[in-house]
C-alpha cells in the first residue's frame, strides 16, 4: 500500500503546485487598494466598439493571435482592449500551447490606441483606469507560459510598439518599423511599454528611444537587439510561415518542457532571486520524474 500512497501523495502535491503557479501567473498588478475601478473601465471601453482580437489554436501548440481593425491600422478600440484580456484568459486556460504569434490584419502590427476612445476618456482618472488595465492584460500577457513572438509587419507605434515589448520576441518584415511616439502626443508609455523596453535594450538606448521618438527599421531594431531577425516576405501569408517556423525551432517537443522553460525565465526576470529560484524549484518539481524526463533517460543515457 504505500509505494501508492506515495504516489498519491507526490500527485496531490503536483496539483498543489500546478495550481499555485496557474494563479501567480494571473495576478494582477493592480486592485482597488490603488484606485483601480476595474468594472467602472470595463462600462466605459464597451462604448467604443469596432475591430476584434481573433484567436486560433492550432494543433501543434502555436496560437496566432489577429489584432483585426485594419481600417484604422489595427488601433485599439474599447471593445478590441476588452477582447485583449478575454484571449489572454482563454491562453492561460489553453493547457496544450507551447507558442503564440500576434500579428496585424492588412499587412499592418498596430497603431496604438484608437483617438476616439482617447478623447472621450481624457479626464485623469479615466486615463490612470486605462492604464492600469491595459497593464493588467499586458503583464498576463507576458507571463503565459508560452514562447511569444510580435510579427512586425508595416507599422507598430505607439501602444502597438508598446505590444510588441509584452512578447518575449520580436520579428520583423522588410520595410516595417516600431516607432514610440509617445512624446509626439504629450505622452509617455501607459501600457507599460517603458518597463520592458527597459529590460529588452539597456536604459540607455530605452531613453534614446523614447526622448527621440525615433523610427526603428529592421536593421535598427536588429542592431539594438529589439528584432531577432528580419524576415524575407513582406505579405501576411508568407510572413506568418516565416514566423511559425522560426517558432517551431523554440516550440519542439513536449508542452510540458516548454512551458517550464518559459516559467523559469519569467520567474527568474520578474522576481527577487531568492523567490526565482524558490518558484523555479517549484517549476522543476512538475517535470522532473515526468513522462518527457523518463523517456530521456530510457532513451539514451547522457554520459557518452
Not at 501567480?24 to 469596432?50: C, D, P, T, V
Not at 476616439?116 to 503565459?144: E, H, P, W, Y
Request: aromatic residues 6%; glycine residues 12%; hydrophobic residues 40%.
Amino acid at each position: 500500500l504505500f509505494p501508492e500512497m506515495a504516489i498519491s501523495l507526490w500527485k496531490n502535491l503536483l496539483q498543489t503546485t500546478k495550481e499555485r503557479l496557474l494563479q501567480q501567473r494571473r495576478m494582477s498588478l493592480y486592485n482597488g487598494a490603488h484606485g483601480y475601478e476595474e468594472e467602472l473601465i470595463k462600462k466605459k471601453l464597451q462604448q467604443f466598439a469596432g475591430g476584434s482580437i481573433n484567436l486560433s489554436k492550432e494543433d501543434n501548440g502555436i496560437g496566432i493571435l489577429t489584432l483585426n481593425n485594419p481600417k484604422l491600422m489595427n488601433a485599439f478600440t474599447g471593445t478590441m482592449m476588452l477582447e485583449l484580456q478575454e484571449r489572454v484568459t482563454e491562453l492561460e486556460n489553453w493547457k496544450d500551447g507551447k507558442g503564440l504569434i500576434i500579428y496585424g490584419a492588412g499587412n499592418t502590427f498596430c497603431s496604438g490606441s484608437d483617438l476616439n476612445a482617447v478623447k472621450a476618456i481624457s479626464n485623469s482618472q479615466d486615463g490612470m483606469n486605462m492604464c492600469m488595465f491595459m497593464q493588467n492584460t499586458l503583464t498576463r500577457l507576458m507571463r503565459l507560459p508560452l514562447i511569444s513572438v510580435a510579427l512586425v509587419q508595416g507599422k507598430a507605434v505607439g501602444g502597438g510598439a508598446e505590444l510588441t515589448t509584452a512578447c518575449d520576441f520580436r520579428l520583423m518584415t522588410p520595410g516595417s518599423e516600431i516607432r514610440f511616439v509617445h512624446k509626439h502626443m504629450g505622452l509617455v508609455p501607459g501600457w507599460g511599454g517603458a518597463a520592458r523596453l527597459v529590460g529588452i535594450v539597456g536604459s540607455g538606448a530605452a531613453l534614446r528611444l523614447l526622448s527621440g521618438a525615433a523610427r526603428l527599421d529592421p536593421e535598427s531594431a536588429l542592431r539594438l537587439g529589439l528584432s531577432e531577425e528580419t524576415l524575407s516576405s513582406s505579405d501576411e501569408t508568407g510572413a506568418l510561415e516565416e514566423a511559425r517556423a522560426w517558432l517551431s525551432g523554440y516550440t519542439e517537443g513536449p508542452a510540458s518542457v516548454i512551458r517550464a522553460a518559459k516559467e523559469v525565465v519569467t520567474a527568474g526576470r520578474d522576481l527577487p532571486v531568492e523567490a526565482a529560484l524558490r518558484r523555479e524549484k517549484d517549476v522543476f518539481g512538475t517535470v522532473w520524474g515526468g513522462p518527457a524526463n523518463l523517456q530521456a533517460l530510457v532513451r539514451r543515457p547522457k554520459h557518452k
